[in-house]
């Protein structure tokens, strides 16, 4: 398995146009540690709001959402942007972590959206 597959891999599911389950289950094909420096991939606040805007419009549930921001969280192959750095990190976070914020509600994912959107002006 070569970079290129697993940088497509990730770039595919933080697209999260496709099913989400089988792309993680190829990436157990590969370990789980990146060592280099620089991340293989970035997660932008584009790629972000993409997503919670699916959530918003109802093409995805609030597991789903969860379930996506949980395959990519933590991930040492996959950076933030970085003129957003911490803003993603924290609503990437609160997305993969409900149990331990909030629940993913269209109102809570709403100010979640309007934070990185502020973050842009």
């Known amino acids: 398995m ?3 597959h697993r940088a497509d891999i990730l770039k595919r599911l ?4 496709e099913p989400s389950e089988p792309l993680a289950t190829e990436l157990r094909e590969f370990p789980w540690d990146w060592l ?3 991340p293989l991939v970035r997660l932008h606040a ?4 993409r997503v919670i805007d699916r959530f918003l419009a ?4 609030a597991q789903q959402l969860q ?3 949980e395959r990519l969280e933590c991930r040492e192959d996959i950076g933030f942007g970085p003129d957003d750095e911490q803003l993603v990190d924290d609503v990437f976070f609160r997305l993969a972590t409900p149990f331990i914020n909030e629940p993913l509600t269209h109102e809570s994912v709403s100010r979640m959206r ?5 973050s842009k002006i």
């Open 114 to 118: 309007e934070q990185l959107c502020a």
């Open 58 to 61: 109802g093409d995805i549930d």
């Open 67 to 69: 379930d996506w921001a």
């Open 36 to 38: 280099e420096e620089e």
């Open 14 to 17: 933080i697209r999260y146009e």
């Open 46 to 49: 584009s790629d972000l709001l």
């Open 2 to 4: 070569s970079v290129e």
